[in-house]
């Protein structure tokens, strides 16, 4: 399995915007198509957006469509998810994560997914 860590959280107004990163290691990086999930207090974890392994397809939540932009660098190790013009719903513990995949389009289901990172806490305040 690959190991992930994730950064990159902290606390924001709304309305602001925050850079998440998301660190692979132990295995060839470009295999693994890559997912951001979050998971708000009380709540299940959610599918936020996922992309996969070549970056060339990408998939978002409805809810974060036009805001979030999530990306790969296959040198760098690195996926990343851009959130732009963020709400107070936008907070929770978000986790990446990873999964073997050569499909042109990623995987969505967090079932799907069988290596996950520790999480990083995003809050929002209004």
């Known amino acids: 399995q690959v190991q992930l860590v994730e950064s990159g959280g902290g606390l924001v107004q709304a309305g602001g915007s925050l850079r998440l990163s998301c660190a692979a290691s132990?295995?060839?990086?470009?295999?693994?198509?890559m997912g951001w999930f979050r998971q708000a207090p009380g709540k299940e974890r959610e599918f936020v957006a996922a992309i996969n392994w070549s970056g060339g397809s990408t998939y978002y939540v409805d809810s974060v469509k036009d805001r979030f932009t999530i990306s790969r660098d296959n040198a760098k190790n690195t996926v990343y998810l851009q959130m732009n013009s963020l709400k107070p719903e936008d907070t929770a513990v978000y986790y990446c994560?990873?999964?073997?995949?050569?499909?042109?389009?990623?995987?969505?289901?967090?079932?799907?997914?069988?290596?996950w990172g520790q999480g990083t806490q995003v809050t929002v305040s209004s």
């Open positions: 994560a990873a999964e073997v995949d050569y499909r042109d389009y990623p995987p969505v289901r967090l079932a799907e997914y069988d290596s």
């Open positions: 132990g295995r060839t990086f470009s295999i693994y198509a």
